[in-house]
């Protein structure tokens, strides 16, 4: 499924995995990426200003493996709508 097929109240208060690819070089400032990377566990969020984003917690190179950086105090990064919308997700 992609992420641009779910309702936001699918995704709200939900973990949920993106196969992010290469969105996952936009994290090397707070983790070290390796190149199988592609997947980060995200959570969504709504701005002031109404805009869908998604807070990275998580990477890893699997959907079921991607724990690297959950102990991390920080958020790794941020996605935005238009950067995921037609990236393969799971809730």
């Not at 499924?1 to 208060?13: D, G, I, S």
């Not at 807070?55 to 935005?80: A, K, Q």
């Amino acid at each position: 499924m992609k992420v641009a097929e779910l309702n936001f109240t699918v995704m709200y208060q939900k973990y949920i995995t993106i196969e992010a690819d290469d969105l996952t070089e936009l994290l090397k400032d707070k983790i070290e990426v390796h190149q199988d990377d592609c997947y980060a566990v995200c959570s969504a969020y709504c701005t002031e200003d109404g805009m869908l984003m998604f807070n990275v917690l998580s990477i890893g190179n699997s959907w079921e493996t991607c724990l690297r950086g959950m102990d991390n105090p920080e958020m790794l990064g941020f996605y935005t709508m238009e950067q995921v919308c037609n990236r393969e997700v799971r809730v």
